[in-house]
Structure formats: structure tokens, C-alpha cells
Nanobody, 117 residues
Framework: QVQLVESGGGLVQPGGSLRLSCAAS????????MSWYRQAPGKERELVAV????????NYADSVKGRFTISRDNAKNTVYLQMNSLRPEDTAAYYC??????????WGQGTLVTVSS
């Protein structure tokens, strides 16, 4: 069964850090690029970061460049999102995604990040 399970969300003060994890199973993780998205209340889901299958290439939304870092451990079938200098506007549900083909996408259930004092 193809599955993505996110973890690591929570409540953090502005300026704080969190590391999200996304554990994959049921497919050859090392063959696919992985992405993190987020969706704030009342807003559309947006792409946060992408990492290539081997991890050598990454791309970020302008809003998180210099603060967030995407990485992966193909031996552990896990992709990470290190989030530093968090802001209230980073509050959202964060989702990881694997695009297995042009027609098949797999999403996790999401993990909630709340940035508030």
C-alpha cells in the first residue's frame, strides 16, 4: 500500500524551529522527487519545497527561501522539512507529496504547524 505519513508539527513561538518528517512506504522512494506543500485556513494549497530523487536538487517558494530546508534520507524512505525563523504566516497544515506519474499523486494526511506567541 502506497502511503505517506507526516509528523513533527506542533505549536511554536515566532522565531522558533520545527522539523517535519514524511515517511514513505509502498513504492520505490529513491526513484521519485518529493514535495512539501502547505495550506493555511481559507487559502489554497501552495508548494513550499521540492527535492529531486537523489537529493541533489532543491527548489523553494520565495516565502520560505533562506528559512526552510528540504532534505531526504533514501535509506530511511523519509523526506524532511527543517523550518527555522518561523513566522505566524507559516501557520498551516503541511503535506508531503510524491508524484508517481503524470496521473498518480500520493499525499500524506498532513501535520499542523501553528506559529503563535
Amino acid at each position: 500500500q502506497v502511503q505517506l505519513v507526516e509528523s513533527g508539527g506542533g505549536l511554536v513561538q515566532p522565531g522558533g524551529s520545527l522539523r517535519l518528517s514524511c515517511a514513505a512506504s509502498g513504492f520505490t522512494f529513491s526513484s521519485y522527487a518529493m514535495s512539501w506543500y502547505r495550506q493555511a485556513p481559507g487559502k489554497e494549497r501552495e508548494l513550499v519545497a521540492v527535492i529531486s530523487s537523489a537529493g541533489g536538487r532543491t527548489n523553494y517558494a520565495d516565502s520560505v527561501k533562506g528559512r526552510f530546508t528540504i532534505s531526504r534520507d533514501n535509506a530511511k524512505n523519509t523526506v524532511y522539512l527543517q523550518m527555522n525563523s518561523l513566522r505566524p504566516e507559516d501557520t498551516a497544515a503541511y503535506y508531503c507529496k510524491a508524484a508517481l506519474s503524470n496521473l498518480i499523486e500520493v499525499w500524506g494526511q498532513g501535520t499542523l504547524v501553528t506559529v503563535s506567541s
